[in-house]
């Protein structure tokens, strides 16, 4: 019908239909529509089809970046809007300049909107583009220019993770409507030491620091390496003097720069073994586990400070624990020991809201990871959620103040096995904590 048409405004950048429409341009006169029976209404506007237009598909073509902006900053005064406004403008930009980390960037954007703003009739937009450019290069003031939360901070050179943002507000909208009772602990000198033994020797074998029982006691109890793997020894000893502090662990952050400094102090305490780690350093480049990319260096800072308003809207107890083990993992901000700092500020939060602490034992880490791996890609929470709920309970039925009796019941569990060795025994063990998750909004 319209071989020479592009895809433009919002449908450059969505590549589908909106509210039964799509918004493409064409050698045309005037602008028109197509009405496709009652499922489809084609938008035609005139312009150019063959100035900064970009391949989607091998014989379809779209408006190219700096085109998009233009057209996205348009006035839509139509019931379907056709331009996606200042809002996506800001945050699209942030993510250009912080994924290319190069502000030389924004600036080829500007020249090439430009060029095409003067031939085409967008000057208008322009002004506003470059304004806001500006404003993120913090060439100018952009309080009075930007509207976003996202441009702002990147004008203030703490650009954070919007997505992850966005996942962390869906998070704790979740936890907020889970019902959560709290679990009191009561303190036994003994009980504690115990726990906080497997909870450092669950929490490293996960990570692959891998000992049998028997030797990870040598490691603890009587201090002594093993098998000359001296950093590997240093590292469950460590995270069990940290985990074993019953004063330490009762620290949790109250602002945004005391949950920086918790972290790279607790960070760099279990990892000071390892300098090829950066202990105590956030990560410099990009880290990924599997598909997974996590937060990007630059946006760990301004990530872990727009999230920590949100941690502290929820309440005390498993809630701000689940919130603040996702956060660490999501943001990965050393360039190793995540998992275990998360796990370590999970836990922190359940001592000091005077709850039981939890263990993650090697047999349930898949459905660990698992929960994880919903929460990143389908912002699917309850897998997660209900693991923390049922670990938490079962960490709470063992009797911790004897050593032997709690070993015995882990391993009656095959809690200390790999999952596809002892699953099937553990599940019947915390089938018994029933979670019931809240129905979907």
């Not at 006169?29 to 084609?42: F, G, M, Q, W």
């Not at 260096?297 to 727009?306: A, E, F, K, S, W």
Request: aromatic share 10%; charged share 25%.
């Amino acid at each position: 019908m319209l071989p020479d048409a592009i895809a433009a405004y919002r449908t450059a950048h969505e590549l589908r239909p909106v509210e039964g429409a799509v918004s493409v341009v064409d050698n045309v006169t005037a602008r028109r529509k197509i009405d496709i029976a009652s499922i489809l209404t084609i938008y035609i506007w005139p312009g150019s089809t063959t100035e900064l237009v970009e391949p989607f598909l091998p014989e379809m073509k779209r408006s190219a970046p700096a085109r998009q902006y233009l057209e996205n900053l348009t006035v839509s005064r139509s019931t379907v809007k056709k331009s996606l406004g200042q809002h996506w403008v800001e945050e699209r930009l942030c993510i250009e300049v912080n994924r290319t980390n190069n502000e030389d960037r924004l600036n080829q954007i500007r020249d090439e909107a430009r060029k095409f703003a003067n031939n085409h009739g967008y000057e208008s937009e322009f002004e506003k583009l470059s304004a806001i450019i500006s404003a993120l290069l913090t060439t100018h003031s952009g309080e009075s220019i930007l509207k976003t939360e996202v441009g702002l901070a990147n004008a203030r050179q703490e650009p954070f993770d919007a997505h992850r943002i966005a996942l962390f507000k869906d998070l704790a909208n979740y936890l907020k409507r889970c019902q959560l009772p709290k679990l009191p602990y009561q303190y036994n000198k003994l009980g504690w030491n115990h726990l906080a033994f497997f909870e450092s020797y669950f929490s490293n074998y996960i990570e692959g620091t891998e000992f049998e029982i028997d030797e990870a006691e040598q490691i603890v109890f009587q201090r002594n390496e093993v098998n000359n793997r001296h950093a590997d020894s240093h590292d469950v000893l460590a995270v069990y003097d940290q985990v074993v502090d019953y004063e330490g662990m009762s620290i949790t952050p109250e602002t945004p720069d005391e949950l920086i400094e918790s972290l790279q102090r607790r960070h760099f305490e279990f990892l000071y073994e390892r300098p090829d780690k950066n202990p105590g350093q956030f990560k410099s480049k990009v880290n990924k586990a599997g598909s997974s990319t996590f937060v990007a260096p630059n946006d760990v800072v301004g990530t872990l400070t727009q999230a920590f308003d949100i941690y502290k809207s929820l309440p005390e107890g498993l809630s701000r624990a689940t919130f603040m083990q996702l956060l660490v993992s999501e943001c990965h901000p050393f360039d190793d020991g995540n998992g275990r700092l998360s796990r370590i500020m999970m836990n922190a939060e359940l001592h000091a809201a005077g709850e039981y602490k939890l263990i993650v034992p090697t047999v349930h880490r898949d459905s660990y990871l698992n929960g994880l791996r919903k929460a990143t890609r389908d912002g699917n929470f309850k897998t997660l959620v209900k693991v923390f709920y049922q670990l938490q309970r079962y960490t709470a039925s063992i009797d911790w103040a004897d050593y032997g009796e709690a070993r015995d019941s882990l391993e009656a569990h095959k809690a200390h096995l790999l999952p596809d060795e002892g699953i099937a025994d553990f599940n019947r063990q915390i089938r018994q904590y029933r979670f019931n998750p809240p129905p979907i909004p």
